[in-house]
C-alpha cells in the first residue's frame, strides 16, 4: 500500500520538527508545503508553531491562502500547533495592529500570546485524552511545551476539548479563571497550543495520522477519492520529503 502524503507548512517556524516526528509514524510520507501544487498532492496538512503574523504575510504574498481555504473547506484534515492554532480559530484576541489573515472553521476563541512573552515560556506534564494513541514508547502523561503561547478561552458545541492547563494562583489572579483549553478537536480540524513536535513523543502525531486515514476511508466510501484533494497532480514532480538529514527535535 502506497504511504499516504501528509504536508507541513514549510514557510517559517518549526516545521522540520514535525516533518522528524512523521517520519516515525508508519505508512506516511512527510512533505514540506510550500507550493499550491505540492499542496494539492496531500490527504493532510500540519501548520506549525512560529511566528503567526510572519507566516500569514509569508502566505499571501505567495498566493497561499485561498488554496488553505479551499484545503479546509473541502474538510481536510488540518492540525494547528501554537501559531497553526491561531490560523485556524475564527475568531482570536490580542492580535498585532491591522490583524492577519485566519484560515478559520474552528469554532472558538484565541488569545495570542495568553501565556505572556518569550520570557514566560515553560513546559509541563498533562494528562492524555483517551484518544491518544500509543506509538510504542510513551504511555500516560504528555510533555508539553508551551513557547510565547496562545490559549483557547471559548469553544462552540461542536468543538471537543482533549487537554486543559490549570492556572497557577498568580495566573488565576490575573486571568480571573482556573483553567483554559489547549487542545481540541473539531471534525476535521485538530489543534494545540503546545509543541509536540518539539519532544520526542509521537502520539500527537500518531492521533493525526489516525484523522487522515479516517478521512481519506470516508472520501473513498463517497466518491473513490483516494490520495490527496482528489486534484490530478503528478506527485513525481512534485519532490518526495528531502533527502537532507532531518533536524532533531528542539529541546
Given at each position: 500500500m502506497a504511504p499516504i502524503r501528509i504536508g507541513v507548512l514549510a514557510l517559517q517556524g518549526s516545521f522540520r520538527e514535525h516533518m522528524t516526528l512523521l517520519n516515525r509514524v508508519p505508512g506516511v510520507e512527510a512533505v514540506e508545503i510550500r507550493t499550491i501544487e505540492q499542496l494539492r498532492s496531500v490527504s493532510g496538512l500540519i501548520i506549525p508553531g512560529?511566528?503567526?503574523?510572519?507566516?500569514?504575510?509569508?502566505?499571501?504574498?505567495?498566493?497561499?491562502?485561498?488554496?488553505?481555504?479551499?484545503?479546509?473547506?473541502?474538510?481536510q484534515p488540518i492540525w494547528g500547533t501554537c501559531a497553526g492554532l491561531i490560523f485556524l480559530a475564527n475568531r482570536a484576541?490580542?492580535?498585532?495592529?491591522?490583524?492577519?489573515?485566519?484560515?478559520?472553521?474552528?469554532?472558538?476563541?484565541?488569545h495570542r500570546n495568553f501565556f505572556g512573552a518569550q520570557i514566560n515560556s515553560f513546559e509541563t506534564m498533562l494528562p492524555a485524552p483517551a484518544c491518544l494513541p500509543s506509538d510504542g514508547q510513551h504511555e500516560g502523561p504528555f510533555r508539553a511545551v508551551f513557547i510565547r503561547a496562545p490559549s483557547i478561552t471559548e469553544t462552540g458545541p461542536g468543538v471537543e476539548i482533549l487537554a486543559e492547563y490549570t492556572l497557577s494562583p498568580e495566573e488565576k489572579a490575573a486571568q480571573g479563571r482556573d483553567s483554559v483549553a489547549v487542545a481540541v478537536r473539531s471534525g476535521n480540524l485538530l489543534a494545540t497550543a503546545f509543541h509536540?513536535?518539539?519532544?520526542?513523543?509521537?502520539?500527537?502525531?500518531?492521533m493525526f495520522v489516525q484523522m487522515v486515514k479516517e478521512n481519506l476511508g470516508?472520501?473513498?466510501?463517497?466518491?473513490?477519492?483516494?490520495?490527496?484533494?482528489?486534484?490530478?497532480?503528478?506527485?513525481?514532480k512534485l519532490g518526495r520529503a528531502p533527502t537532507r538529514p532531518a533536524d532533531l527535535p528542539v529541546y
Amino acid at each position: 500500500m502506497a504511504p499516504i502524503r501528509i504536508g507541513v507548512l514549510a514557510l517559517q517556524g518549526s516545521f522540520r520538527e514535525h516533518m522528524t516526528l512523521l517520519n516515525r509514524v508508519p505508512g506516511v510520507e512527510a512533505v514540506e508545503i510550500r507550493t499550491i501544487e505540492q499542496l494539492r498532492s496531500v490527504s493532510g496538512l500540519i501548520i506549525p508553531g512560529g511566528e503567526s503574523t510572519t507566516m500569514a504575510l509569508v502566505a499571501e504574498k505567495w498566493g497561499l491562502i485561498p488554496e488553505l481555504q479551499s484545503f479546509a473547506a473541502a474538510r481536510q484534515p488540518i492540525w494547528g500547533t501554537c501559531a497553526g492554532l491561531i490560523f485556524l480559530a475564527n475568531r482570536a484576541t490580542g492580535m498585532k495592529e491591522g490583524g492577519q489573515a485566519l484560515l478559520g472553521g474552528l469554532d472558538c476563541l484565541v488569545h495570542r500570546n495568553f501565556f505572556g512573552a518569550q520570557i514566560n515560556s515553560f513546559e509541563t506534564m498533562l494528562p492524555a485524552p483517551a484518544c491518544l494513541p500509543s506509538d510504542g514508547q510513551h504511555e500516560g502523561p504528555f510533555r508539553a511545551v508551551f513557547i510565547r503561547a496562545p490559549s483557547i478561552t471559548e469553544t462552540g458545541p461542536g468543538v471537543e476539548i482533549l487537554a486543559e492547563y490549570t492556572l497557577s494562583p498568580e495566573e488565576k489572579a490575573a486571568q480571573g479563571r482556573d483553567s483554559v483549553a489547549v487542545a481540541v478537536r473539531s471534525g476535521n480540524l485538530l489543534a494545540t497550543a503546545f509543541h509536540p513536535e518539539l519532544t520526542e513523543d509521537a502520539r500527537w502525531h500518531a492521533m493525526f495520522v489516525q484523522m487522515v486515514k479516517e478521512n481519506l476511508g470516508t472520501e473513498d466510501a463517497a466518491n473513490g477519492v483516494g490520495n490527496g484533494s482528489g486534484a490530478d497532480v503528478d506527485v513525481e514532480k512534485l519532490g518526495r520529503a528531502p533527502t537532507r538529514p532531518a533536524d532533531l527535535p528542539v529541546y
